[in-house]
């Protein structure tokens, strides 16, 4: 089992109520994690163990472990202790915030703290530090949330565990012709339907942007060069920015009449080149067989 754990990365999220667990659950599952909400303690040890022999398909598991889950929170402790006995590692982030802060985003949600009954929310909230006191305590990394945006707190987080991050941020390129609409999915959409059409010359109208004279035809223009220097500057300038954002993908779109030739030719250019510069690149051709008689 040694090896096992070492291919895997389990967190235990736990802390106060109103501290922006959910928020770290959104950012950890961007980031690739298996995650589990609202975990009972019992099945902790159960959860790690399929994780373990799921063979490398799961190498990245979240557990929210809170009071939300009453009695059964009280078996918290022994299941941290039979993972520490099996010599299986793992953190715990704990989160926390201000009384001040909490108490205005429950009203602001209207959602009732899970340890409310008949307390005050003040009251519940002091319970629940007190009963997490220990906890926090063996936390190896604690958020303070108060003054955090949920843009802030997943910069952080992502910060904080980015080593375990095997999905890097990908640019998806797409070309499309504008005859089948813009793909819905897009970020930026680039119409390069400026360039000289190859549909005109007879020889390349039933090619595509994947043959070499279509490819020629396309990148030789003074125009299509110019215009790729400029774009890939545009793009090395904004794609950081992204990342810094907490963006995981970027989708750019570059259409032509009917997204046989020109569209497809810059696709695949601006793909290979963003490849070089170290970037994840997928690239797709939506509309390369749909109009091959048309543009």
Do not use: W
């Not at 889950?69 to 299986?88: C, P, R, V, Y």
């Not at 907490?246 to 046989?260: D, F, M, P, R, S």
């Amino acid at each position: 089992m040694g090896q096992e754990t070492q291919r895997i990365h389990i967190l235990i999220i736990t802390g106060l109520s109103g501290a922006g667990k959910s928020q770290a659950v959104n950012c950890l599952e961007d980031m690739g994690y298996y995650c589990v909400d609202n975990l009972p303690p019992a099945l902790l040890n159960k959860i790690v163990e399929l994780s373990l022999q799921s063979e490398g398909k799961i190498d990245k598991v979240a557990l929210v472990i809170d009071v939300r889950g009453g009695e059964f929170f009280n078996d918290l402790s022994q299941a941290l202790q039979e993972l520490k006995e099996a010599h299986i590692p793992f953190e715990i982030l704990f989160l926390e915030a201000s009384n001040e802060v909490l108490v205005r985003r429950f009203k602001e949600s209207r959602r009732r703290h899970p340890l409310a009954g008949n307390r005050s929310l003040l009251e519940a909230i002091q319970l629940e530090r007190d009963m997490l006191e220990e906890l926090r305590g063996q936390a190896n990394v604690v958020v303070d949330t108060s003054t955090l945006d949920p843009r802030e707190l997943k910069e952080k987080l992502q910060n904080q565990f980015s080593q375990y991050q095997t999905h890097p941020f990908t640019v998806n390129l797409v070309s499309f012709g504008y005859k089948a609409g813009i793909p819905m999915d897009s970020d930026l959409v680039i119409d390069v339907r400026f360039l000289a059409n190859p549909y005109y010359d007879p020889v390349m109208r039933t090619m595509t942007g994947a043959d070499q004279q279509v490819i020629d035809f396309v990148l030789d223009s003074p125009v299509t060069k110019s215009f790729t220097r400029r774009f890939l500057n545009l793009l090395k300038f904004l794609i950081p920015y992204y990342i810094k954002e907490g963006k995981t993908n970027l989708t750019v779109a570059i259409g032509c009449t009917g997204g046989q030739h020109r569209s497809v030719v810059l696709g695949d250019y601006i793909g290979q080149q963003l490849k070089k510069l170290g970037y994840n690149v997928l690239i797709r051709h939506r509309d390369i067989a749909k109009y091959k008689m048309e543009e």
